[in-house]
């Protein structure tokens, strides 16, 4: 009985007794959500595109956050003054060096390898993670960076608030990234519905055949989804060192974008959208409800078994399209 | 068909390397002391991996170029690049091990454990320095592991200590809550039986916040708790990324600074990673930070001007590179010792071992290596290799650690049962503990 | 000329069905068995051995269970990692509590533990498919990682939170612990390497095998041809959980001496897949090549440098090597998607026919 009481109802007496914390840990899991989703973007966006499951996102954070941060201290050393000028000029070389990515991982590493199995993709990604790990050590350094939030402009601080005894603190930064993820999101939504390009980026998705024999080119597609995989990545890269430091340990937080993907499907972004937010949510309230009923640190595997549990209910993601097979 | 003859010729290539690799003698001059340093400049721990590699190597190579080396026999230094990984390190220790290392740091819980019952068969001391196994303290047990000046369950003591010093009597704690974040690995673990048992002695509630390696940048849940839990006290044992997160996360709290007490491992990068409002954070540390010092200043002119390392000069003086300087401190009187004690120049690991039981670091000993007031004395001894010696509380100021307190102590009668129960532990698990036979000298 | 399999006939099913059909593959067979028996605990150094050899073989048994699963079923896991710590973990707690019975015995039995725990995150493999299974198999990795760190009666309370590895005897001599040559453990390694190769080979060319394959290459179609998919699946996942399972235990216990839960984990089952891919998938040589290569080419170009001389520090090695093996993962797939067992049957076909290229 007593181990039901804790499952069933004290958590829940918790919420209603604490109403500021439950408020607190809903923004936690809704900034987090956010920012899984924004990692996923990068998944769906490429998936979508290509077919490819580019394990590489991951590591393309770290690199983008190591690209913007290393450029603004060689722009220092050469001069620049440091301050905004430095930290935007730094952002645009960086968004180059995404650009020029793209472009090469197109080249040397897609145009070679198209037609194969999904899953030589998928390791050919893997090879992409390893060699952007040395190559990202090699030129800046393995030692964590800080990142230059505050050049950036974006806002430090929090904005607190009374509420039921207690309080709630929102970081600046965190509701900059809120505001950041959904303008982006809005953004490549529109470009994908409404530009050319994007259009063409549907029907590749669609069929690479047909959308060849009308007369869409499949590399300058490629690109152009590598490169938006490669904006987002700078934008996550941004956002989580702010909340942390830029290090090599921040791709282990790609792997959790993984659940967001089965849960919302590997080719939606609404539904990358929702499996972070669902995601997000429900780890930060599982693991501070429940998690002390099991000694806690729960999060690192809850996420998954959320995901599992929609999935079998929903094989193919909510948002997923569904596996029609023929024989 | 080219680049199929091009995969041939290379697996050829591979294969005659994969040769030379299993047959090639291990090539070492006879005329120098070998020293592997396993360090890590790479993978996710590196940023406090890279100060230490970096105090540890500059150190030894300024002994080189100063003085030629240790008692006119050169070092020959090889690093070997763990990247924090179990597998790598054992990798390394079987690459160096046929080359007659004198002592092995593994700088890695993870690697020391494999090498601990390693060490007696292949002869060769493994010194982890205030790391891996802490009953490893107990030299009648393991005479080939070393790890002084304290272990982390004298470390939990001491901050208990601190604690209750600031409060005003250790019966004070009655009643606090006192929360624990740690990293959920076996280092971070190791304390809680400590920490538990101290909980029924003084009367305080201990709170644990586990942070599993792969959410090290992602504690806003833990936070949460605390927030919840209002701890009077945060203890933390982090490593890697763990700490600045952790520190971001106390300002993002409003939790008050001061109270929140680290063990010896977080630098200056992750007290400063909270921005100003992280003042008042404390880090436990048992030698001097900045580089106001003749044997710092002589690295500087016979290493780092000479550009015979990598290091980054702005890490000079550094808590975590004077950490790499202590460690290889260690091993030169290690080495010094053993020449004494058995009069040949170039040691052996039997020398080495012996070296390190009976070293003998005082005030007089670190005025004339340069070091004066650098740390506390060091003097171990057949049945201890740790020492369990004072540590000091550091506090963050905004832009460097400034001492705040004066010698702390472990409180052994808490911390020894433990230790001797530990150590039993481990022998009878282990099948057949050998007895020690090693013979034991008079300390020098 | 050398490699001619004409005039072998075979005049039963039986014949037909061998492992191997071809007396080439058998004389070849024995001198590799030959070299990995005889010559190689005589002539190899002890770096060559327990750096090298030893844990090629354990990769290679891993492989060989990641294989069974991504290669002939089709089915791709992330989860080898958390198995194969299944295995060491059950291998730890039988041999503390049952101390006088052979530990090679619970090694072999440790893997029936995997087994059972791979069979429980199977089950949702008939609904699940492709890259969403293989998300769903994390689930696997992440929770017994943490159950792994949490659950300290698998270490049987010990302070360090590992495994300490005991000393065990075979015929008076010592196999585990710190004791033992690495010609001993290496010998054992083999042995048990050996023998589960043999039995894979011979599951995978049967029926079981076929019925896998069938499943790889259409489910559908598989089960309207009376395979029971479930069945066939869940069968894969407890093989492949089995082989998994004794690799990590052999890898504890026979290699590393000591394990910390973090040797466990997603990083290892990343390491065993790249394996399986580039040493081909549904292949069992292919998981020895892969092994092989991915575990040694890091190996082979340190030696390199150290070779040739370069002064460079380790951690510009470092780097260095994540870069090239980055670089020769993509290479290899370009030359050669199906992996490096392709390259062996070219390789053999060439043999066939030469000196005479037509």
Same mark, same amino acid.
């Given at each position: 009985?007593?181990?039901?009481?804790?499952?069933?109802i004290?958590?829940?007496?918790?919420?209603?007794?604490?109403?500021?914390?439950?408020?607190?840990?809903?923004?936690?899991g809704?900034?987090?959500?956010?920012?899984?989703?924004?990692?996923?973007?990068?998944?769906?966006?490429?998936?979508?595109?290509?077919?490819?499951?580019?394990?590489?996102?991951?590591?393309?954070?770290?690199?983008?956050?190591?690209t913007?941060?290393?450029v603004?201290?060689?722009?220092?050393?050469?001069?620049?003054?440091?301050?905004?000028?430095?930290?935007?000029?730094?952002?645009?070389?960086?968004?180059?060096?995404?650009?020029?990515? !793209?472009?090469?991982v197109?080249?040397?590493?897609?145009?070679?390898l198209v037609? *194969?199995?999904?899953?030589?993709?998928?390791?050919a990604t893997?090879g992409?993670t390893?060699f952007?790990?040395?190559?990202?050590?090699?030129?800046?350094?393995?030692n964590?960076?800080?990142?230059?939030a505050?050049?950036?402009?974006?806002p430090?601080?929090?904005?607190?608030f009374?509420?039921?005894?207690?309080?709630?603190?929102? *970081?600046k930064?965190?509701i900059?990234a809120?505001?950041?993820?959904?303008?982006m999101?809005?953004?490549?939504?529109?470009?994908?519905?409404?530009t050319?390009?994007g259009r063409?980026?549907r029907?590749?998705?669609?069929?690479?055949?047909?959308?060849?024999?009308?007369g869409?080119?499949l590399e300058?597609?490629?690109?152009?989804v590598?490169?938006?995989?490669?904006?987002?990545?700078?934008?996550?890269?941004?956002?989580?060192?702010?909340?942390?430091?830029v290090?090599?340990s921040?791709?282990?937080?790609?792997?959790?974008?993984l659940?967001?993907?089965?849960?919302?499907?590997?080719?939606?972004?609404?539904?990358?959208?929702?499996?972070?937010?669902?995601?997000?949510?429900?780890?930060k309230?599982?693991?501070?409800?429940?998690?002390?009923?099991?000694?806690?640190?729960?999060?690192?595997?809850?996420a998954?078994?959320?995901?599992?549990?929609?999935?079998?209910?929903?094989?193919?993601?909510?948002f997923g399209?569904?596996?029609?097979?023929?024989? | 068909?080219?680049?199929?003859?091009n995969?041939?010729?290379?697996m050829?290539?591979a294969?005659?390397?994969?040769?030379?690799? !299993?047959t090639s003698?291990?090539?070492?001059?006879q005329?120098?002391?070998?020293?592997?340093l396993?360090?890590?400049?790479?993978?996710?721990?590196?940023?406090?991996?890279?100060y230490?590699?970096?105090?540890?190597?500059?150190?030894?190579?300024?002994?080189?170029?100063?003085d030629?080396? =240790?008692?006119?026999?050169k070092?020959?230094?090889?690093?070997?690049?763990?990247?924090?990984?179990?597998?790598?390190?054992?990798?390394?220790?079987?690459?160096v091990?046929?080359k007659?290392?004198?002592?092995?740091?593994?700088?890695?819980?993870?690697?020391?454990l494999p090498?601990?019952?390693?060490?007696?068969?292949?002869?060769v001391?493994?010194?982890?320095?205030?790391?891996?196994?802490?009953?490893a303290? =107990?030299?009648?047990?393991?005479?080939?592991?070393?790890?002084?000046?304290?272990?982390?369950?004298?470390?939990?003591?001491?901050?208990?200590?601190?604690i209750?010093?600031?409060?005003?009597?250790?019966?004070?704690?009655?009643?606090?809550?006192?929360?624990?974040?740690?990293?959920? !690995?076996?280092?971070?673990?190791?304390?809680?039986?400590?920490?538990?048992?101290?909980?029924?002695?003084?009367g305080?509630?201990?709170?644990l916040?586990?942070?599993? !390696?792969?959410?090290?940048?992602?504690?806003?849940?833990?936070?949460?708790n605390?927030?919840?839990?209002r701890?009077?006290y945060?203890?933390?044992?982090g490593?890697?990324a763990?700490?600045?997160?952790?520190?971001?996360?106390a300002?993002?709290i409003?939790?008050?600074?001061?109270?929140?007490?680290s063990?010896?491992?977080?630098?200056e990068?992750?007290?400063?990673?909270?921005?100003?409002?992280?003042k008042?954070?404390?880090?436990?540390? &048992?030698?001097?930070?900045?580089?106001?010092?003749?044997?710092?200043?002589?690295?500087k002119?016979?290493?780092?001007?000479?550009?015979?390392?990598?290091?980054?000069?702005?890490h000079?003086?550094?808590?975590?590179?004077?950490r790499?300087i202590?460690n290889?401190m260690?091993i030169?009187?290690?080495?010094?010792?053993a020449?004494?004690?058995? @009069?040949?120049?170039?040691?052996?690991?039997?020398?080495?071992r012996?070296?390190?039981?009976?070293?003998?670091?005082?005030?007089?000993?670190?005025?004339?290596?340069?070091?004066?007031?650098?740390?506390?004395?060091?003097k171990?001894?057949?049945?201890?290799?740790n020492?369990?010696?004072?540590?000091?509380?550091?506090?963050?100021?905004?832009?460097?650690?400034?001492k705040?307190s004066?010698?702390?102590?472990?409180?052994?009668?808490k911390?020894?049962p433990?230790?001797?129960?530990a150590?039993?532990?481990?022998?009878?698990?282990?099948?057949?503990?050998?007895?020690?036979?090693?013979?034991?000298?008079?300390?020098? | 000329m050398?490699?001619?399999?004409?005039g072998?006939?075979k005049?039963?099913?039986v014949?037909d069905?061998?492992?191997f059909?071809?007396?080439?593959?058998?004389?070849?067979?024995a001198?590799?068995l030959?070299?990995?028996?005889?010559g190689?605990?005589?002539f190899?150094?002890?770096?060559?051995?327990?750096?090298?050899m030893?844990?090629?073989?354990?990769?290679s048994?891993?492989?060989?269970?990641l294989?069974?699963?991504?290669?002939?079923?089709?089915?791709?896991?992330?989860?080898?990692?958390?198995?194969m710590?299944?295995?060491?973990?059950a291998?730890y707690?039988?041999?503390?509590?049952?101390?006088d019975?052979?530990? =090679?015995?619970?090694?072999?039995?440790?893997?029936?533990?995997?087994?059972?725990?791979?069979?429980l995150?199977?089950?949702p493999?008939?609904?699940i498919?492709?890259?969403?299974?293989?998300?769903?198999?994390?689930s696997a990795?992440?929770?017994?990682?943490w159950?792994?760190?949490?659950?300290p009666?698998?270490?049987?309370?010990?302070?360090?939170?590992?495994?300490?590895?005991p000393s065990?005897?075979?015929?008076g001599?010592?196999?585990?612990?710190?004791?033992?040559?690495?010609?001993?453990r290496?010998?054992?390694?083999?042995?048990?390497?050996?023998?589960?190769?043999? =039995?894979a080979?011979?599951l995978?060319?049967?029926?079981?095998?076929?019925? &896998?394959?069938?499943?790889r290459d259409?489910?559908?179609?598989?089960?309207l041809?009376?395979?029971?998919l479930?069945r066939t699946?869940?069968?894969?996942?407890?093989?492949?959980?089995?082989?998994?399972?004794?690799?990590g235990?052999l890898?504890?216990?026979?290699?590393?001496?000591?394990?910390?839960p973090?040797?466990? @984990?997603?990083?290892?089952?990343?390491?065993?897949?790249?394996?399986?891919?580039?040493?081909?998938?549904?292949?069992?040589?292919?998981?020895?090549?892969?092994?092989?290569?991915?575990?040694?080419?890091?190996?082979?170009?340190?030696?390199?440098?150290?070779?040739?001389?370069l002064?460079?520090?380790?951690a510009?090695?470092?780097h260095?090597?994540f870069?090239a093996? @980055?670089g020769?993962?993509?290479l290899?797939?370009?030359?050669?998607?199906?992996?490096?067992?392709?390259?062996?049957?070219?390789?053999?076909?060439?043999?066939?026919?030469?000196?005479?290229?037509?």
């Amino acid at each position: 009985m007593d181990i039901l009481y804790k499952i069933f109802i004290d958590p829940f007496m918790q919420m209603g007794g604490a109403p500021d914390l439950l408020v607190q840990t809903l923004w936690e899991g809704l900034v987090a959500g956010m920012l899984y989703a924004l990692i996923a973007l990068g998944f769906v966006l490429i998936f979508k595109a290509s077919g490819v499951f580019n394990f590489a996102q991951g590591i393309m954070v770290v690199f983008a956050a190591l690209t913007l941060v290393g450029v603004y201290d060689l722009l220092r050393g050469a001069g620049v003054p440091s301050g905004w000028l430095a930290a935007y000029l730094a952002l645009a070389i960086a968004l180059g060096v995404m650009g020029i990515l !793209a472009f090469a991982v197109e080249r040397v590493v897609l145009r070679p390898l198209v037609n *194969q199995p999904d899953i030589i993709l998928f390791m050919a990604t893997f090879g992409l993670t390893y060699f952007l790990i040395g190559f990202g050590e090699f030129v800046f350094g393995g030692n964590p960076k800080r990142m230059i939030a505050g050049e950036l402009n974006l806002p430090s601080g929090a904005v607190e608030f009374k509420m039921a005894g207690g309080f709630v603190a929102m *970081q600046k930064i965190d509701i900059a990234a809120v505001l950041i993820v959904s303008v982006m999101v809005a953004g490549l939504s529109f470009f994908f519905q409404r530009t050319r390009i994007g259009r063409a980026l549907r029907a590749v998705a669609d069929s690479h055949k047909a959308a060849l024999s009308v007369g869409i080119s499949l590399e300058q597609i490629w690109v152009v989804v590598w490169f938006a995989a490669g904006i987002v990545a700078l934008t996550t890269g941004i956002m989580w060192g702010a909340r942390s430091e830029v290090s090599f340990s921040l791709q282990i937080i790609a792997l959790k974008a993984l659940p967001v993907l089965i849960l919302g499907g590997f080719t939606s972004i609404p539904g990358a959208i929702v499996g972070g937010l669902i995601i997000g949510i429900g780890e930060k309230l599982g693991e501070f409800y429940w998690g002390p009923l099991l000694g806690s640190g729960i999060e690192s595997w809850l996420a998954y078994f959320i995901a599992l549990l929609f999935l079998l209910f929903r094989p193919q993601g909510l948002f997923g399209e569904k596996i029609i097979e023929r024989i | 068909m080219l680049g199929l003859r091009n995969i041939k010729t290379t697996m050829i290539a591979a294969a005659l390397v994969a040769g030379t690799v !299993a047959t090639s003698p291990p090539a070492t001059a006879q005329e120098s002391i070998y020293v592997p340093l396993f360090t890590y400049r790479t993978g996710p721990f590196s940023g406090s991996g890279i100060y230490i590699a970096e105090g540890m190597r500059d150190y030894l190579e300024m002994l080189n170029q100063r003085d030629g080396g =240790i008692g006119g026999v050169k070092l020959a230094l090889e690093e070997c690049e763990t990247g924090y990984d179990t597998k790598k390190g054992l990798e390394c220790y079987e690459a160096v091990k046929d080359k007659k290392p004198v002592v092995i740091n593994p700088w890695s819980t993870g690697i020391t454990l494999p090498l601990i019952p390693r060490a007696a068969v292949d002869k060769v001391p493994v010194l982890s320095m205030a790391y891996g196994l802490s009953a490893a303290a =107990i030299g009648d047990t393991f005479p080939w592991i070393f790890n002084p000046p304290a272990t982390y369950w004298d470390g939990a003591s001491m901050i208990l200590n601190y604690i209750g010093e600031k409060e005003g009597g250790i019966d004070k704690l009655k009643g606090k809550t006192i929360g624990y974040i740690y990293l959920d !690995a076996g280092f971070g673990k190791e304390p809680i039986p400590l920490l538990e048992q101290l909980a029924k002695d003084y009367g305080y509630t201990l709170k644990l916040y586990p942070v599993a !390696a792969t959410e090290m940048q992602n504690q806003s849940s833990q936070w949460l708790n605390v927030r919840r839990d209002r701890p009077d006290y945060m203890i933390m044992y982090g490593w890697g990324a763990l700490q600045p997160t952790a520190v971001k996360e106390a300002v993002k709290i409003n939790y008050p600074m001061d109270k929140f007490v680290s063990i010896w491992w977080a630098s200056e990068d992750d007290a400063a990673a909270g921005g100003p409002q992280s003042k008042g954070f404390k880090v436990l540390n &048992w030698h001097a930070v900045g580089d106001n010092l003749p044997a710092i200043a002589d690295i500087k002119k016979h290493v780092t001007d000479k550009n015979l390392t990598q290091t980054d000069k702005s890490h000079i003086g550094k808590v975590l590179y004077n950490r790499g300087i202590y460690n290889s401190m260690l091993i030169a009187e290690g080495i010094r010792n053993a020449q004494k004690l058995s @009069g040949k120049k170039v040691i052996t690991g039997e020398d080495m071992r012996r070296g390190l039981e009976t070293l003998n670091i005082d005030a007089a000993r670190y005025k004339e290596m340069g070091l004066e007031g650098f740390a506390g004395p060091v003097k171990l001894t057949c049945a201890d290799h740790n020492g369990h010696f004072a540590t000091y509380m550091q506090e963050w100021d905004g832009s460097k650690y400034v001492k705040v307190s004066g010698d702390l102590k472990a409180s052994m009668d808490k911390v020894s049962p433990l230790m001797n129960a530990a150590a039993k532990e481990y022998t009878e698990k282990a099948g057949s503990w050998p007895k020690r036979t090693e013979a034991c000298d008079k300390a020098s | 000329m050398l490699y001619r399999e004409a005039g072998q006939f075979k005049t039963n099913y039986v014949d037909d069905q061998a492992v191997f059909p071809i007396r080439q593959d058998r004389i070849g067979i024995a001198v590799i068995l030959a070299v990995a028996f005889v010559g190689i605990p005589l002539f190899g150094s002890d770096f060559f051995i327990s750096a090298v050899m030893v844990p090629l073989l354990v990769f290679s048994l891993a492989a060989i269970g990641l294989n069974i699963l991504t290669g002939y079923t089709g089915l791709l896991s992330l989860g080898t990692g958390g198995f194969m710590g299944v295995g060491a973990f059950a291998c730890y707690k039988l041999t503390t509590i049952f101390p006088d019975v052979n530990i =090679i015995i619970w090694i072999l039995v440790s893997g029936f533990f995997s087994c059972g725990i791979g069979i429980l995150f199977g089950l949702p493999s008939l609904r699940i498919k492709g890259f969403y299974l293989a998300v769903a198999t994390l689930s696997a990795q992440f929770f017994l990682d943490w159950a792994f760190v949490r659950i300290p009666w698998l270490v049987n309370n010990n302070t360090s939170g590992a495994i300490e590895v005991p000393s065990r005897y075979l015929f008076g001599m010592p196999i585990t612990g710190p004791m033992a040559q690495p010609e001993v453990r290496y010998l054992v390694v083999l042995s048990i390497v050996a023998l589960l190769t043999l =039995i894979a080979s011979n599951l995978v060319h049967g029926r079981i095998g076929r019925s &896998w394959m069938a499943v790889r290459d259409m489910d559908l179609a598989a089960e309207l041809i009376g395979i029971r998919l479930y069945r066939t699946k869940l069968l894969a996942f407890a093989v492949s959980s089995y082989y998994c399972g004794v690799a990590g235990a052999l890898m504890v216990f026979l290699w590393y001496g000591s394990a910390e839960p973090a040797v466990f @984990g997603i990083d290892q089952s990343f390491f065993i897949l790249f394996m399986v891919i580039i040493g081909g998938l549904g292949s069992l040589v292919g998981s020895f090549f892969g092994a092989a290569l991915i575990y040694g080419m890091p190996i082979i170009l340190k030696a390199i440098v150290g070779l040739v001389g370069l002064q460079i520090s380790p951690a510009t090695v470092e780097h260095l090597t994540f870069m090239a093996v @980055g670089g020769l993962i993509i290479l290899f797939l370009i030359i050669e998607p199906a992996g490096l067992a392709r390259l062996w049957q070219v390789g053999k076909q060439k043999l066939r026919v030469w000196p005479f290229p037509y």
